[in-house]
């Protein structure tokens, strides 16, 4: 019996389905998760010291690879003088004020704990800003647990099969209001039917919860249009794409400058850290400057806050994003090239670090439609297999993948090499 099989038996006995977090419980690709012990740079290992190319990071955090020196000793640095003050300290001014140099719309900023957490004050922020109530969200986005934003949500709740929470009041999600990502004509209707009442769109600028899928090149200009139009903001919620496509994150990518914007796993370094910030009129109305309540004990831990500086030092250095992007490229291009060798129905996408992988007939990946339309039951042959050839990807079909800077070219050979074995046995 394996180490992660005897750990996962373990853990079913005092965590509630072994896992803290859904999608780590394999239910979307079936079979017992892998318990893991340690990760250097772009590898993982396991209980029973087996090591895997890691594509899941994870999920989004450590860009620079795992256990990066300067990301690490600084952490170490940090704790030497303590773990938590519950109180102010250089550190969180270091990092607020990084984010506001590489995020120009970005003007004030408040730590908090999680991306849940900056999300859920996000909103709670625009509907206390613009006396409104309606937000408006898009199917199979994910913005994190947070009641009124647990509706028709991706990630792990699609991987389930559950696109709502029980527990969930009605009373609470009346006011959150669904459109189709890349479809506008879906968000105008909304705007048209409660045209003094919405209080803000939030969106994922690159969906990563329904696998990745990049935005038309209209979609989100629309939707700053749209915003304008009728006095509501817009809010990204970046908490993925934030330094993971663009060193300014996706609204730097598109060129499109949200009100509000949504931080967390690249600026923790690996670290829990979550963050939101924007507009410095719309932040103002957070307390103690305004009546929208929001607070956190652990909020700007000095450590969190160290390892995040040290993430985004490192991620500033010139060329960082061009060689993690080609690095991208050249991974769904050899994957896409190997499925047309064995006659295998592909398709992939990528921005950035980011990468979306779909055995499906469909050219282009626009709609959460498009995405339903693969075909899930390959994805989890391949994944297994994939598995058991050291290369680990998301156990989801709807998870995006991330690319670090420690894959180089052999890590990419090896995944290529792998996959060829791989794919045609799955068929």
């Not at 600028?205 to 006095?231: I, K």
């Not at 598995?387 to 420690?406: I, N, Q, R």
Request: hydrophobic share 40%; aromatic share 8%.
């Amino acid at each position: 019996m394996s180490q992660s099989t005897e750990l996962f038996a373990r853990a079913q006995r005092s965590i509630p389905g072994g896992v803290n977090s859904p999608v780590r419980a394999f239910n979307g690709v079936g079979g017992e998760p892998i318990f893991f012990k340690a990760g250097h740079g772009a590898y993982i290992i396991d209980a029973d010291d087996k090591e895997y190319i890691d594509y899941v990071g994870s999920w989004g955090p450590m860009i620079a690879g795992h256990a990066h020196p300067h990301i690490i000793n600084a952490t170490i640095e940090c704790m030497k003088n303590g773990l938590s003050f519950g109180a102010p300290t250089a550190l969180e001014i270091q990092l607020a004020e990084k984010i506001c140099e590489l995020v120009p719309s970005i003007e004030l900023v408040r730590m908090v704990n999680s991306g849940t957490e900056a999300t859920m004050s996000a909103i709670r922020l625009a509907r206390g800003h613009t006396k409104r109530n309606k937000i408006i969200k898009f199917i199979g986005c994910y913005h994190g647990h947070a009641d009124s934003l647990l509706v028709q949500a991706g990630s792990g709740a699609l991987t389930l099969g559950i696109p709502s929470s029980a527990g969930v009041p009605d009373s609470i999600t009346q006011h959150t209001l669904l459109a189709e990502f890349n479809r506008l004509d879906t968000v105008k209707q909304l705007f048209e039917t409660y045209p003094d009442d919405i209080a803000a769109i939030i969106v994922e600028p690159v969906p990563g919860n329904m696998n990745c899928v990049p935005p038309t090149s209209d979609f989100l200009p629309g939707l700053r249009a749209l915003c304008d139009e009728y006095d509501s903001l817009l809010i990204f919620d970046e908490v993925m794409t934030g330094f993971r496509v663009a060193l300014g994150g996706a609204q730097a990518y598109y060129r499109v400058k949200p009100d509000l914007t949504t931080l967390g796993k690249i600026i923790g370094g690996g670290m829990p850290v979550g963050a939101f910030g924007g507009r410095a009129d719309v932040m103002r109305s957070i307390a103690p400057l305004g009546p929208v309540y929001q607070a956190g004990t652990l909020s700007g831990n000095p450590v969190a806050m160290a390892a995040g500086l040290a993430s985004l030092e490192l991620i500033s250095t010139p060329g960082f994003f061009e060689n993690i992007t080609k690095t991208t490229q050249q991974l769904t291009q050899g994957l896409t090239e190997c499925a047309r060798a064995f006659g295998i129905p592909f398709h992939t996408t990528a921005v950035g670090g980011m990468f979306g992988i779909f055995f499906t007939h469909e050219k282009e990946i626009k709609t959460f439609d498009d995405v339903k339309k693969s075909d899930i039951e390959f994805f989890k042959r391949f994944f297994h297999g994939m598995l058991k050839e050291g290369v680990y990807f998301a156990p989801s079909a709807y998870e995006t993948g991330f690319v670090s800077s420690m894959h180089g070219e052999k890590e990419i050979a090896k995944t290529i090499a792998a996959a060829k074995l791989v794919m045609p046995a799955c068929l």
